[in-house]
C-alpha cells in the first residue's frame, strides 16, 4: 500500500533551519507529483510546495524564498529545506502526492519555532 513516513522536525528558534525528509512506498515515485502539506493548530491542512517529475517546483507565497523542495528518485525521498523559519512555520509537516491520496497520509513530523 501507499505509504509516507516523514521525518526530521525538531524545535528551532526564530530564524534557523530545518531539513524534513519523507520516504515513500507503495507505487512509482518517480512519475508522481510529490507535495509538502502543513497543519498547524486549529487550521486546516495546507500545501506548501510541490515537486512535480520533471523537478519543476511551486510554492506557496509564504514560504517561497525560504524554503527549497527536492527529490531523490533513487531513494522515494523527498526533502523539504526550511530557512529563515518563523512562529508561523509552526505546524505538523506532511508528504503525500499532489494531489493528495485521501487516505494516505502519514504521521507527519511537528516543526515548531519558538521566539
Known amino acids: 500500500q501507499v505509504q509516507f513516513v516523514e521525518s526530521g522536525g525538531g524545535l528551532v528558534q526564530v530564524g534557523g533551519s530545518l531539513r524534513l525528509s519523507c520516504a515513500a512506498s507503495?507505487?512509482?515515485?518517480?512519475?508522481?507529483?510529490i507535495g509538502w502539506y502543513r497543519q498547524a493548530p486549529g487550521k486546516q491542512r495546507e500545501p506548501v510546495a510541490r515537486?512535480?517529475?520533471?523537478?519543476?517546483?511551486n510554492y506557496a507565497d509564504a514560504v517561497k524564498g525560504r524554503f527549497t523542495i527536492s527529490r531523490d528518485n533513487a531513494k522515494n525521498t523527498v526533502y523539504l529545506q526550511m530557512n529563515s523559519l518563523k512562529p508561523e512555520d509552526t505546524a505538523v509537516y506532511y508528504c503525500?502526492?499532489?494531489?493528495?491520496?485521501?487516505?494516505?497520509w502519514g504521521q507527519g513530523t511537528q516543526v515548531t519555532v519558538s521566539s
Open positions: 507503495g507505487f512509482t515515485f518517480s512519475i508522481r507529483a
Open positions: 503525500n502526492t499532489f494531489g493528495p491520496l485521501p487516505d494516505s
Open positions: 515537486i512535480g517529475s520533471s523537478g519543476s517546483t
